[in-house]
């Protein structure tokens, strides 16, 4: 009897335990193999052992360059997001039936427009004669070049990427007990005081969460930045795309994918570690 209820979470979990294997770990085990191969555009990928790929990426200004624009806009967008998300979710989280779930309604909604859809209209505001510059030029101010800038990528990354820093923040805040910060204004404590000292602090896990998956999507973002950067304004997906479908240098795509990946993985725990901390010591 034992035995079995040992052998029934694996049962329940082997499912997707090997749906995970086949979908994820096994395509990233190849593609890790296939970055050790050497290519030569004469014959294609061969069989020998190189880690040339990896010095190229590393050393090359032109591919650290993208990587360091593809970090910046992700972070950049990240902190815009968190800026922009907590005030939402902290109104979301004091609003009363059914205005809640209108707002929440609109936060969701742009989620059920496909992401290429978006693009092309912010491509179509932001170009020279979108909406954006006619109201510049009313106002004597344009016109602008928005359109294959990091300022339209940015953009585009905040409207999409929205939705992903409030529901976290909307969600942590939903185990905050109003009362708490009632009895603080009670005891003689400011709105801004109650607001920093108690509402801040259970925030602080939803905008960790957040953060994390909106600076991952965003790092690895690859319709926005295609349709609204440019083929001269590259961030990492689209240079591995370059390489796999255009340049068919598969190897090289490969290793341009596992840095990627590396950095983005490292950036994360690191900020993963530090936040939880100082929320582990602010909720006690």
Not at 125 to 138: K, M, R
């Amino acid at each position: 009897m034992t035995g079995r209820k040992g052998a029934m979470p694996w049962l329940l979990a082997g499912p997707n335990l090997l749906l995970f294997t086949v979908m994820v770990i096994v395509p990233l085990i190849l593609t890790v193999a296939l970055s050790f191969r050497v290519y030569d555009y004469s014959t294609g990928i061969g069989d020998a052992i190189t880690l040339d790929n990896y010095v190229k990426v590393i050393t090359d200004p032109y591919y650290l360059e993208i990587f360091w624009r593809t970090l910046k806009i992700a972070a950049i967008t990240t902190a815009i997001c968190a800026l922009i998300g907590m005030p939402e979710a902290y109104i979301l989280s004091r609003m009363r039936e059914p205005w809640r779930s209108v707002f929440l309604l609109v936060i969701i909604g742009p989620l059920l427009v496909s992401v290429v859809v978006r693009a092309f209209g912010w491509s179509m505001l932001l170009g020279p004669t979108g909406l954006v510059n006619a109201a510049l030029q009313l106002v004597g101010l344009g016109p602008v070049r928005l359109l294959y800038t990091e300022t339209a990528i940015v953009i585009a990354l905040v409207h999409v990427m929205l939705p992903f820093m409030v529901i976290p923040v909307w969600t942590a805040l939903q185990k905050l007990d109003p009362m708490v910060e009632a009895a603080a204004r009670t005891l003689g404590a400011s709105r801004f005081t109650s607001f920093r000292r108690i509402v801040m602090p259970q925030a602080t896990i939803g905008i960790l969460s957040g953060s994390l998956i909106v600076f991952g999507l965003s790092a690895s973002a690859f319709a926005i930045p295609g349709l609204l950067g440019g083929r001269r304004l590259k961030m990492a997906a689209t240079l591995v795309y370059d390489e796999y479908l255009q340049e068919l240098n598969w190897p090289l795509g490969a290793t341009i994918a596992i840095v990627v990946l590396v950095a983005n993985l490292a950036i994360m725990v690191t900020y993963n570690r530090i936040v939880e901390s100082r929320a582990r010591k602010a909720l006690g």
